[in-house]
């Protein structure tokens, strides 16, 4: 079975209980898909097979996990829910697992791989939706901060709109001012240093 170390460490990190959660998901990746390739994306763990097929975390309270061509696979018995991006309970598409109970039954699990497995042998790929994406306004408290950082505020006049959004999403998705302006102070000493959002997640 070819490891990954990345992968290794980044369970050994995980709370006690997510830990046996997400051996199991990998036991099963490896079980059915002799061939896969371990990798981290977005600091996360993910399996290749001729291309992306699964990806798994651990979050504080629970785990999650989810098939890169979930809508492509035939889930008779509805295992498979909707992830967090599309309205869903959890990020992925096995729900927020929290025991090793949670997971679907490894004979389903290990269907799933195996018809994500044809799919990309088969070169088959999801269609493209394309959505219009509303602007987002700038904050007038975040316009305030950059107006301080000279620099920052020119990076951010001159970044990509995909980058401003990123921002934008993170700072007017927090829940608290206190977290709301944690968030703006980070985000102008970032985008001063020419960092975007997920800066720390892109290939160097």
Sequence with gaps: ????????????????????????????????????TETIKWGMPSFEYKGPMFGMAAFKHHCAGGFWKTKLLNDPKNYLRVSKNSGGEAMGNLGCIKLINDLPPDKVFIDFIKQHMK?????????????????IPV????????????????????????????????ITGAKREETRLKRIATAVEWIAEGKGRNWKYEKK
Excluded at 28 to 36: E, T, W
Excluded at 139 to 168: C, I, M
């Design 1 to 36: 079975m070819l490891t990954d170390k990345r992968i290794d460490a980044y369970i050994e990190k995980a709370q006690p209980f997510a830990q046996p959660i997400l051996k199991k998901l990998r036991a099963l990746v490896h079980k059915a898909c002799s061939d896969v």
């Design 119 to 135: 799919l990309n042998e088969e070169g088959i790929k999801l269609e493209k939706v394309k959505s219009e994406k509303k602007e």
């Design 139 to 170: 904050p007038d408290d975040f316009v305030k901060a950059l107006n301080k950082n000279k620099n920052a505020k020119s990076v951010f006049e001159k970044f990509a709109p995909s980058h401003k959004r990123e921002y934008l999403q993170w």
